[in-house]
């Protein structure tokens, strides 16, 4: 996802304060507990058992394998991790001799020893090629190192990875070419046809990874023409035989932009119609259209996310959802998207010393009500 994108595109409506309050307090009432409830607190992880679902979150191998609050964090909550960037192509091949993939073997490590899920993210996408392939990638050979790496890639951690997200954020009906698909040279060469040999690439390498395709903004009403391209492209991807099982859904989401349930749930089972499995792969909420006040950004983030994954879960095809972090103290929002009045986000269902906040609340109570699987 870009950093400006779409950001200030919908009009900020603005909420009488004591009426939100009075309407999110009925519904997060139940919600806050005291904090010496806590130690006993069904975990994201159980209630999304539960159902059936799958809760995860994001991680980095700094704090990770650093710091125990982060790392405790993780473990109680999370029954999936995938790596914020440590399998990432720029960071797992600086140089064309030789990969380095020292922190995602680790996280993978970590998870087979904590009996974790991983997620891999991700294989192709147009924003992480290191600086030596730019001439490649746009000359004759671009398509087949690209396909080579995520040959190499998935195959490195075949059988360690459940699912990867193959090929990342390749539709920008804004770019105005062919299909929708993103202006980048593998793309523009190949068209859709390159990237269903990127999925047949990856079966290859691991047969038995569940293979997706991740992209961003389907959410608000604004989005309709995304929404449109992308169901044009994952319709192609199956018409022309590609082996993708699900779709990411990231979910960076935007407090008081404009949410229609209605709009979403038809997108959700257009998906799902597809034949296509629906993950949340990277929710986070950016407060950066909200007044300074913590308490009342805390709680319309918090509403925001119930509102969203009310709506998600309710659709059979989704199969869980992973957030893009844990902890407030580190989101990249901070430095993607930062707040006009420098204040740090306050996006995650944890905050910076590891204390939920009503967001941990409104996932809990997400999956209490969502249907069970
Ligand atoms: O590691 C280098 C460091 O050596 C260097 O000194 C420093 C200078 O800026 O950069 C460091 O790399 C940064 C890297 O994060 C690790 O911190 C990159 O600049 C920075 O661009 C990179 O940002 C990541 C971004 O993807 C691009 O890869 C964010 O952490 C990560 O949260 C973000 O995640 C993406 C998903 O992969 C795809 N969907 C959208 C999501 C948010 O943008």
């Not at 954020?169 to 804004?174: H, Q, R, S």
């Not at 523009?188 to 997706?212: H, Q, S, T």
């Not at 909420?285 to 319309?300: N, Y």
């Amino acid at each position: 996802m870009r950093n400006n994108d779409n950001i200030g595109h919908w009009p900020a409506r603005r909420i009488d304060r004591r009426t939100f309050l009075l309407a999110a307090g009925t519904a997060f009432a139940s919600a806050y507990v005291s904090r010496a409830d806590e130690p006993t607190e069904t975990s994201l992880r159980q209630r999304a058992e539960k159902k059936g679902l799958v809760f995860g979150t994001q991680v980095n191998a700094g704090p990770l394998f650093s710091l125990k609050p982060y790392q405790d964090a993780v473990l109680r909550d999370a029954s999936m991790i995938v790596p914020e960037n440590e399998m990432k192509w720029r960071p797992t091949q600086s140089t064309a001799l030789q990969s380095n993939y020292f922190n995602a073997d680790r996280i993978a490590k970590f998870a087979k020893d904590n009996k974790l899920l991983l997620r891999g993210h991700t294989a192709v996408w147009h924003q992480n090629p290191p600086a030596w392939t730019k001439d490649i990638i746009t000359g004759d050979d671009g398509q087949k190192l690209v396909l080579e790496h995520a040959s190499d890639l998935i195959k490195h951690f075949r059988e360690r990875v459940m699912e990867w997200d193959v090929v990342n954020e390749a539709i920008a009906p804004e770019d105005g070419m062919p299909d929708n698909l993103r202006n980048w040279a593998p793309y523009n060469k190949g068209g859709i046809d390159f990237i269903v040999d990127c999925f047949y690439a990856a079966r290859e390498a691991d047969p038995k990874a569940n293979l997706y395709y991740n992209d961003y903004s389907v959410y608000y009403q604004s989005q309709s023409h995304r929404r449109d391209a992308i169901l044009g492209f994952l319709e192609k991807l199956k018409t022309k035989g590609a082996p993708v099982d699900g779709f990411g859904i990231q979910s960076h989401l935007i407090a008081k932009a404009e949410f229609d349930e209605v709009i979403y749930r038809r997108f959700l089972s257009e998906v799902a119609d597809l034949g296509l499995k629906i993950r949340a792969t990277e929710l986070d909420v950016s407060d950066i259209r909200l007044e300074l006040d913590i308490k009342l950004r805390d709680t319309i983030v918090a509403a925001h996310t119930k509102q969203y994954l009310d709506v998600l879960f309710d659709e059979p095809a989704v199969v869980g959802l992973v957030t893009w972090g844990i902890t407030d103290r580190f989101s990249w929002l901070h430095q993607g998207w930062p707040r006009k009045d420098r204040l740090r986000q306050r996006c995650l269902p944890l905050d910076d010393n590891f204390a939920k906040k009503p967001m941990w609340y409104a996932i809990a109570n997400a999956f209490e009500h969502a249907p069970s699987r």
